[in-house]
Protein backbone atom coordinates (compact mmCIF):
# COMPACT_ATOMS: atom_id res chain seq x y z
CA UNK A 1 0.00 0.00 0.00
CA UNK A 2 1.45 3.72 -0.87
CA UNK A 3 1.75 5.91 1.69
CA UNK A 4 -1.31 8.18 0.10
CA UNK A 5 -3.77 5.56 0.23
CA UNK A 6 -2.50 4.51 4.10
CA UNK A 7 -2.75 8.64 5.04
CA UNK A 8 -6.64 8.34 3.48
CA UNK A 9 -7.28 5.09 5.29
CA UNK A 10 -6.25 5.99 8.57
CA UNK A 11 -7.41 9.68 8.73
CA UNK A 12 -11.33 7.90 7.67
CA UNK A 13 -10.74 5.40 10.45
CA UNK A 14 -9.88 8.49 13.11
CA UNK A 15 -13.32 10.16 12.03
CA UNK A 16 -10.79 13.00 10.77
CA UNK A 17 -11.29 15.27 8.04
CA UNK A 18 -8.27 16.71 5.58
CA UNK A 19 -8.62 19.64 7.53
CA UNK A 20 -8.91 18.52 10.90
CA UNK A 21 -5.94 16.19 9.54
CA UNK A 22 -3.86 19.42 8.15
CA UNK A 23 -4.22 21.97 11.23
CA UNK A 24 -3.08 18.80 13.85
CA UNK A 25 0.13 18.61 11.01
CA UNK A 26 0.21 22.03 10.03
CA UNK A 27 -0.71 22.58 6.27
CA UNK A 28 -3.81 23.11 4.41
CA UNK A 29 -6.50 20.63 3.66
CA UNK A 30 -5.83 20.93 0.21
CA UNK A 31 -1.97 19.87 0.96
CA UNK A 32 -3.42 16.60 2.73
CA UNK A 33 -5.74 15.87 -0.70
CA UNK A 34 -2.59 16.53 -2.69
CA UNK A 35 -1.09 13.27 -0.58
CA UNK A 36 -4.35 11.05 -0.64
CA UNK A 37 -4.55 11.66 -4.13
CA UNK A 38 -1.27 10.07 -5.53
CA UNK A 39 1.40 13.04 -3.90
CA UNK A 40 3.59 12.64 -0.88
CA UNK A 41 4.46 14.74 2.40
CA UNK A 42 7.96 16.49 3.03
CA UNK A 43 10.05 13.74 4.82
CA UNK A 44 10.34 16.23 7.96
CA UNK A 45 6.32 15.74 8.41
CA UNK A 46 6.52 12.02 8.34
CA UNK A 47 6.94 11.76 11.83
CA UNK A 48 4.04 14.19 12.94
CA UNK A 49 1.96 12.39 10.84
CA UNK A 50 2.06 8.96 12.13
CA UNK A 51 2.13 10.70 15.64
CA UNK A 52 -1.18 12.05 15.04
CA UNK A 53 -2.60 9.00 13.37
CA UNK A 54 -1.30 7.20 15.96
CA UNK A 55 1.15 4.81 14.60
CA UNK A 56 4.68 4.48 13.94
CA UNK A 57 6.14 5.31 10.57
CA UNK A 58 6.04 1.34 9.52
CA UNK A 59 2.76 1.99 10.01
CA UNK A 60 2.73 4.72 7.80
CA UNK A 61 3.53 2.80 5.01
CA UNK A 62 1.63 0.15 5.46
CA UNK A 63 4.03 -2.55 7.23
CA UNK A 64 2.98 -2.47 10.38
CA UNK A 65 -0.83 -2.23 11.45
CA UNK A 66 -0.56 -2.22 15.22
CA UNK A 67 -0.99 1.27 16.67
CA UNK A 68 2.28 2.83 18.44
CA UNK A 69 0.36 5.31 20.76
CA UNK A 70 -2.01 4.14 22.80
CA UNK A 71 -5.74 5.73 21.26
CA UNK A 72 -6.73 7.66 24.20
CA UNK A 73 -3.53 9.27 24.18
CA UNK A 74 -4.11 10.52 20.41
CA UNK A 75 -7.59 11.52 21.58
CA UNK A 76 -6.52 13.99 24.48
CA UNK A 77 -3.48 15.06 22.02
CA UNK A 78 -6.38 15.82 19.39
CA UNK A 79 -8.73 17.38 21.67
CA UNK A 80 -6.45 19.72 23.06
CA UNK A 81 -5.23 21.19 19.40
CA UNK A 82 -8.57 23.37 20.02
CA UNK A 83 -9.81 25.73 22.22
CA UNK A 84 -11.68 24.93 25.28
CA UNK A 85 -14.84 25.93 23.85
CA UNK A 86 -14.51 23.48 20.72
CA UNK A 87 -13.38 20.50 22.20
CA UNK A 88 -17.32 18.89 23.76
CA UNK A 89 -18.29 19.29 19.86
CA UNK A 90 -15.29 17.87 18.54
CA UNK A 91 -15.25 15.20 20.48
CA UNK A 92 -19.53 14.68 19.54
CA UNK A 93 -18.36 15.14 15.58
CA UNK A 94 -15.62 12.28 16.55
CA UNK A 95 -18.25 9.72 17.90
CA UNK A 96 -20.75 10.34 15.46
CA UNK A 97 -18.18 9.87 12.49
CA UNK A 98 -16.74 6.52 14.36
CA UNK A 99 -19.89 4.77 14.46
CA UNK A 100 -19.25 1.97 11.68
CA UNK A 101 -16.82 0.69 14.20
CA UNK A 102 -19.46 -0.55 16.00
CA UNK A 103 -20.18 -3.18 13.23
CA UNK A 104 -23.11 -0.80 10.80
CA UNK A 105 -21.93 -2.55 7.65
CA UNK A 106 -19.83 -0.24 4.97
CA UNK A 107 -22.30 0.78 2.46
CA UNK A 108 -24.79 2.07 5.28
CA UNK A 109 -21.83 3.49 7.30
CA UNK A 110 -20.43 5.21 3.90
CA UNK A 111 -23.90 6.92 2.99
CA UNK A 112 -24.24 8.04 6.44
CA UNK A 113 -20.68 9.80 6.76
CA UNK A 114 -21.97 11.66 3.53
CA UNK A 115 -25.30 12.47 5.43
CA UNK A 116 -23.45 13.70 8.80
CA UNK A 117 -20.82 16.03 6.86
CA UNK A 118 -23.46 17.87 5.42
CA UNK A 119 -26.28 17.98 8.14
CA UNK A 120 -26.97 20.81 10.22
CA UNK A 121 -30.26 20.69 11.40
CA UNK A 122 -32.17 18.01 13.33
CA UNK A 123 -35.34 18.41 11.11
CA UNK A 124 -36.55 17.55 8.04
CA UNK A 125 -39.80 19.55 6.55
CA UNK A 126 -42.55 18.89 4.80
CA UNK A 127 -41.99 15.45 4.29
CA UNK A 128 -45.37 13.91 4.83
CA UNK A 129 -44.91 11.72 6.97
CA UNK A 130 -47.82 12.19 9.40
CA UNK A 131 -51.00 14.30 8.51
CA UNK A 132 -50.87 17.42 10.59
CA UNK A 133 -46.89 17.37 10.86
CA UNK A 134 -44.91 19.64 8.99
CA UNK A 135 -41.14 18.16 10.30
CA UNK A 136 -39.97 15.28 11.27
CA UNK A 137 -36.77 14.99 13.49
CA UNK A 138 -34.22 12.84 11.85
CA UNK A 139 -32.09 10.20 14.18
CA UNK A 140 -29.52 7.62 14.02
CA UNK A 141 -30.22 4.88 16.18
CA UNK A 142 -28.40 0.96 16.20
CA UNK A 143 -29.52 -1.69 18.72
CA UNK A 144 -27.79 -5.14 18.99
CA UNK A 145 -27.25 -8.05 21.85
CA UNK A 146 -24.10 -5.79 22.86
CA UNK A 147 -26.38 -2.48 23.38
CA UNK A 148 -27.49 0.66 22.14
CA UNK A 149 -26.77 3.95 20.48
CA UNK A 150 -29.16 6.49 20.51
CA UNK A 151 -28.10 9.72 18.26
CA UNK A 152 -29.23 13.19 16.60
CA UNK A 153 -26.36 14.13 14.27
CA UNK A 154 -27.01 17.67 14.02
CA UNK A 155 -25.19 20.94 15.61
CA UNK A 156 -29.00 22.32 16.30
CA UNK A 157 -29.95 19.61 18.31
CA UNK A 158 -27.07 16.98 19.23
CA UNK A 159 -27.42 13.75 21.30
CA UNK A 160 -25.53 10.78 21.65
CA UNK A 161 -26.03 8.36 23.91
CA UNK A 162 -23.96 5.28 24.12
CA UNK A 163 -25.49 2.13 26.09
CA UNK A 164 -23.10 -0.85 26.12
CA UNK A 165 -25.00 -3.84 28.13
CA UNK A 166 -23.61 -4.73 31.32
CA UNK A 167 -22.69 -8.52 31.69
CA UNK A 168 -25.47 -8.83 34.99
CA UNK A 169 -27.99 -6.86 32.07
CA UNK A 170 -29.73 -3.50 32.82
CA UNK A 171 -32.41 -4.57 34.75
CA UNK A 172 -29.55 -4.91 37.87
CA UNK A 173 -29.29 -1.23 37.40
CA UNK A 174 -33.38 -0.11 37.90
CA UNK A 175 -35.18 1.23 40.85
CA UNK A 176 -38.01 -0.65 41.74
CA UNK A 177 -41.41 -0.48 39.89
CA UNK A 178 -42.92 1.77 42.79
CA UNK A 179 -40.06 4.36 42.91
CA UNK A 180 -40.47 5.27 39.28
CA UNK A 181 -44.43 4.82 39.82
CA UNK A 182 -44.25 7.50 42.70
CA UNK A 183 -41.60 10.07 40.65
CA UNK A 184 -43.96 9.80 37.57
CA UNK A 185 -46.92 10.59 39.46
CA UNK A 186 -45.68 13.34 40.88
CA UNK A 187 -44.31 14.57 36.97
CA UNK A 188 -47.73 14.87 36.04
CA UNK A 189 -48.81 17.51 38.59
CA UNK A 190 -50.11 20.68 37.37
CA UNK A 191 -47.17 23.28 37.88
CA UNK A 192 -44.57 20.29 38.64
CA UNK A 193 -42.65 21.30 35.14
CA UNK A 194 -42.33 24.88 35.76
CA UNK A 195 -41.56 25.11 39.03
CA UNK A 196 -38.05 22.92 37.75
CA UNK A 197 -37.97 25.02 34.49
CA UNK A 198 -37.50 28.00 36.76
CA UNK A 199 -34.43 26.28 38.95
CA UNK A 200 -33.73 25.17 35.12
CA UNK A 201 -33.46 29.30 34.20
CA UNK A 202 -31.41 30.25 37.37
CA UNK A 203 -27.16 29.62 37.94
CA UNK A 204 -26.42 26.25 38.97
CA UNK A 205 -26.66 25.44 42.85
CA UNK A 206 -28.62 28.69 43.51
CA UNK A 207 -31.07 28.60 46.67
CA UNK A 208 -34.89 29.82 45.92
CA UNK A 209 -37.75 30.46 47.84
CA UNK A 210 -41.07 29.05 47.43
CA UNK A 211 -42.42 33.03 47.27
CA UNK A 212 -40.08 33.48 44.57
CA UNK A 213 -40.80 30.15 43.26
CA UNK A 214 -44.85 30.28 43.13
CA UNK A 215 -44.77 33.98 41.89
CA UNK A 216 -42.79 33.38 38.64
CA UNK A 217 -44.36 30.21 37.80
CA UNK A 218 -47.74 31.72 38.34
CA UNK A 219 -49.02 29.17 41.21
CA UNK A 220 -50.17 29.54 43.95
CA UNK A 221 -48.35 29.92 46.91
CA UNK A 222 -49.69 27.39 49.20
CA UNK A 223 -49.58 24.90 46.12
CA UNK A 224 -46.26 25.98 45.07
CA UNK A 225 -45.35 24.78 49.01
CA UNK A 226 -46.88 21.37 48.62
CA UNK A 227 -44.95 20.75 45.40
CA UNK A 228 -42.07 21.83 46.30
CA UNK A 229 -42.42 19.66 49.15
CA UNK A 230 -43.19 16.79 47.33
CA UNK A 231 -40.14 17.24 45.16
CA UNK A 232 -37.58 17.65 48.31
CA UNK A 233 -39.08 13.95 48.96
CA UNK A 234 -38.62 12.61 45.47
CA UNK A 235 -34.67 13.93 45.71
CA UNK A 236 -35.29 16.52 43.24
CA UNK A 237 -34.76 19.43 45.48
CA UNK A 238 -33.10 19.79 48.48
CA UNK A 239 -34.74 22.03 51.36
CA UNK A 240 -33.28 24.74 54.10
CA UNK A 241 -35.29 26.63 56.52
CA UNK A 242 -33.24 30.54 56.72
CA UNK A 243 -33.62 32.18 59.73
CA UNK A 244 -34.36 35.96 58.27
CA UNK A 245 -35.37 39.73 59.68
CA UNK A 246 -39.24 38.50 58.75
CA UNK A 247 -39.43 35.12 60.16
CA UNK A 248 -38.15 32.20 58.40
CA UNK A 249 -38.17 31.58 54.51
CA UNK A 250 -38.42 28.47 52.95
CA UNK A 251 -35.74 28.03 49.95
CA UNK A 252 -34.98 25.24 47.79
CA UNK A 253 -32.24 24.02 45.67
CA UNK A 254 -32.00 21.41 42.50
CA UNK A 255 -30.28 18.54 42.75
CA UNK A 256 -29.01 16.53 39.93
CA UNK A 257 -29.73 19.36 37.36
CA UNK A 258 -27.29 17.50 34.91
CA UNK A 259 -29.24 14.93 34.38
CA UNK A 260 -32.71 16.59 33.83
CA UNK A 261 -31.40 17.98 30.43
CA UNK A 262 -30.57 14.05 29.32
CA UNK A 263 -34.35 13.08 30.94
CA UNK A 264 -36.43 15.59 29.04
CA UNK A 265 -34.53 14.74 25.70
CA UNK A 266 -35.20 11.24 26.07
CA UNK A 267 -38.48 11.90 26.68
CA UNK A 268 -38.77 14.16 23.79
CA UNK A 269 -37.28 10.79 21.54
CA UNK A 270 -40.06 8.12 23.29
CA UNK A 271 -43.01 10.53 22.50
CA UNK A 272 -41.77 11.67 18.80
CA UNK A 273 -44.56 10.72 16.51
CA UNK A 274 -42.26 10.36 13.10
CA UNK A 275 -39.85 7.35 13.15
CA UNK A 276 -37.77 8.82 10.33
CA UNK A 277 -34.16 7.99 10.86
CA UNK A 278 -30.92 9.21 8.74
CA UNK A 279 -30.60 5.00 9.36
CA UNK A 280 -31.77 2.15 11.61
CA UNK A 281 -29.50 -0.63 12.09
CA UNK A 282 -31.70 -3.03 14.75
CA UNK A 283 -29.93 -6.17 15.37
CA UNK A 284 -30.80 -6.96 18.88
CA UNK A 285 -32.53 -10.47 19.18
CA UNK A 286 -32.87 -10.55 23.12
CA UNK A 287 -35.02 -8.60 25.23
CA UNK A 288 -34.27 -5.63 27.10
CA UNK A 289 -34.55 -7.02 30.39
CA UNK A 290 -33.84 -10.40 31.53
CA UNK A 291 -36.03 -11.92 35.09
CA UNK A 292 -34.12 -11.64 37.80
CA UNK A 293 -34.00 -13.66 40.97
CA UNK A 294 -35.62 -11.51 44.03
CA UNK A 295 -36.79 -7.61 43.63
CA UNK A 296 -34.86 -4.64 42.31
CA UNK A 297 -33.84 -3.15 45.09
CA UNK A 298 -31.65 0.71 45.58
CA UNK A 299 -29.94 2.73 48.30
CA UNK A 300 -30.99 5.91 47.72
CA UNK A 301 -34.44 5.97 45.61
CA UNK A 302 -36.26 8.41 44.23
CA UNK A 303 -39.46 9.57 46.25
CA UNK A 304 -38.64 7.91 49.80
CA UNK A 305 -40.88 7.96 51.99
CA UNK A 306 -39.26 10.08 54.87
CA UNK A 307 -38.99 13.31 54.42
CA UNK A 308 -35.46 15.06 53.70
CA UNK A 309 -33.86 16.67 57.22
CA UNK A 310 -33.96 20.28 56.66
CA UNK A 311 -31.30 22.74 58.13
CA UNK A 312 -31.88 25.98 60.02
CA UNK A 313 -29.81 29.06 59.54
CA UNK A 314 -29.44 32.15 61.20
CA UNK A 315 -28.90 35.48 59.85
CA UNK A 316 -29.50 37.78 56.82
CA UNK A 317 -29.14 34.82 54.50
CA UNK A 318 -29.77 36.13 50.54
CA UNK A 319 -32.38 33.89 48.84
CA UNK A 320 -33.30 34.46 45.16
Same mark, same amino acid.
Request: net charge negative; with cysteine; charged share 25%.
Given at each position: ???????????????????????????????????????????????????????????????????????? $?????? @? =?????????????? #? /? &??????????????????????????????????????????????????????????????????????????????????????????????????????????????????????? $?????? @? =?????????????? #? /? &???????????????????????????????????????????????????????????????????????????????????
Amino acid at each position: MIISDKISELRKERGMTQEQLGALVGVSSQAVSKWENGGAPDVELLPLIADVLGVSLDGLFGRDEKPETDIS $HTLVRY @L =QSFPENRRMKEMFH #L /L &TTSIRGLGIPDALASELDNIINVRNTAYINNIGIIEGESSSWMRPILTSDDGAMLTVSAEDFPLYLLLPEPEGGYGQNLAPVKDYQRLFTLLVQDGVLELLFQFMKRQPDAYISAATLA $HESNIP @L =QDADRLLSGMADCG #L /L &TSIEIEAENGNVMAYQLKNEEALIPFLYLARWLMHKNNVYFYAWKIREKPWLTERKGNLTAQNAPCASAHETRNTRKGKDSVQ
